[in-house]
Structures are given as C-alpha cells and as structure tokens.
C-alpha cells in the first residue's frame, strides 16, 4: 500500500508542506500534549465528547480526529462535577472546542496510544472507563467493530489519515496527509470471514458498481481482509487484536485499451 493511484496534491505546494509537517509528527504532539493535561472523554451512545483547549483543537485537528461541534457548557454536567478547576473556569471554557469522535478514534488515542481516558455519566457521577471494559462496550456498540478497529488501527499506524466512508459506499477513505492538502487516494473495503451484512459485495456487478464508483472520484479500492491466526476467536479483551492479520489488496477495473498490445499502423506494417 504505497498509494493507489499517486497522490492528488491541493495546490502547489502542498506536497512540500506535508513534507514539512509529518503526520508521524504530529500524531506524536497530540499524544504529549494529550497525557500531560489527562483529558478525558464522555461516553455517550455510539461516540465520545472531549473538550480540547486551543493548543489541543490545533492538534486534533492537524492530526484529523474527531469533528468540531458547537460549543455547549457541559460542566454543569453531573458527569463531570468535580472535574479540575480549569475546565470549569468561565475563562477556559471561552477559549474551549468540544469534538465528536468515532468509536475506533476514541479507542485508538485511549487503547493505541494511551493518551486519553473515558468516562461515562452515573449515578453516583463521572465512571472512568478501563480499556476492557470500553472494548466490551464499543463491541455492543457496532457489531464489526473489532475488525474494524483493527484495520482502522492498522492504517493509522502506518500514518494515513482515515475518515469514514459512507459517501462512497466504504468502510473508510485514507490519506496520505491532512485532507487540506491531498485527496483521499483509497477507499477502504474491511473484509472478514464472519461478515454476514446482507451480502455485501459477494457478486461481481457488486465489485464492478464499487470500483466504478471509485473510479469515478479518482480512488483506488483498497481490500483490507482480516485473518484470524488461528481457529480462535475469543474477542473478551484488545489483546485478541493480536490475534489477527491484515492484509491489503489494490482492487482496480481492467481496462483493455489500456492492457492489449499496441496495433501497429498501416506505416508500420511497410
């Protein structure tokens, strides 16, 4: 997976720019930053509230996590009485972003990259949340969201940037830098041997409408097959992800005109 169909900049220098600003880099910035201040997230329903200082929104979204949504006081919240004094204060909060993030972002900057804790509102108020039994939630959550999360897990390590999907009928679209500057190259398909979601893609008219969707908006369809390692396939803890291997196949359309051999012409036949 070293680019589908090359890079597809955003002007002219936007390549150098990317150069300049690793996403290696950045993700890096965001995990300091992120462990120094222990952030907390908010578990609610199929996503997690976080607040981000100024510094924080710079980063979250330089490194594409999450959405920005408008700003609401939720420090009145009984979920989060108690929490230190400067998410309270009428100052930090002024100068405050809150984000939306997807369940495999938020479990890749908690589990992945140990940086941020999630809580969930109770009775007796704010539950941290440890990673089991955030796994255990997240997977009632979204039925696929163990293979998911891995291949999630999997592209981001190798630093794209991946964002959801759904507008072109994938699981995920990846980057190679921020989306500010580079087109999304891939269209990501996650493929397992348990996938029972009413048939989807198990015919070839199914895979030629996918790849001349992808085609259409200049992106290469990318396989990512999700192997168990062995017959075993007990998901109870994030240590199963160990469990599995992925493996990425470039799906692209056969075009004849581009693949036969040349014809030659009447004056190369004299």
């Not at 809150?98 to 108020?125: D, K, T, V």
Request: overall charge neutral; proline content about 2%.
């Amino acid at each position: 997976m070293e680019g589908g169909g090359g890079a597809r900049w955003k002007g002219r220098d936007a390549a150098s720019i990317a150069a300049g600003d690793p996403m290696s880099n950045i993700i890096r910035q965001l995990q300091s930053s992120f462990q120094q201040s222990q952030i907390y997230g908010l578990l609610t329903g199929s996503a997690v509230l976080l607040e981000a200082d100024s510094e924080q929104t710079k980063l979250l979204n330089r490194a594409c996590f999450g959405h920005p949504i408008i700003t609401a006081d939720f420090a009145s919240s009984s979920s989060f009485k108690g929490r230190r004094a400067n998410l309270v204060g009428e100052q930090q909060i002024a100068s405050s972003q809150w984000f939306q993030l997807g369940l495999e972002e938020a479990f890749y900057l908690s589990y992945s990259l140990n940086c941020l804790e999630i809580c969930r509102s109770s009775l007796e108020g704010r539950q941290t949340l440890s990673h089991d039994e955030l796994w255990r939630y997240m997977k009632e959550r979204e039925k696929t969201f163990v293979q998911h999360y891995k291949a999630y897990s999997h592209l981001r390590a190798k630093n794209w940037v991946v964002r959801s999907g759904l507008q072109y009928g994938a699981d995920f679209v990846a980057y190679r830098h921020h989306p500010a500057l580079v087109h999304s190259e891939y269209a990501v398909i996650v493929s397992f041997e348990a996938d029972d979601r009413q048939g989807r893609l198990t015919t070839w008219s199914d895979w030629q409408s996918m790849l001349r969707l992808c085609g259409s908006v200049a992106k290469t369809t990318l396989l990512v097959s999700i192997v168990p390692k062995n017959n075993q396939t007990e998901e109870a803890s994030p240590s199963c992800l160990d469990n599995y291997d992925v493996e990425e196949f470039e799906i692209k359309r056969w075009m004849a005109e581009k693949h036969r051999e040349d014809v030659p012409s009447r004056k190369d036949k004299r």
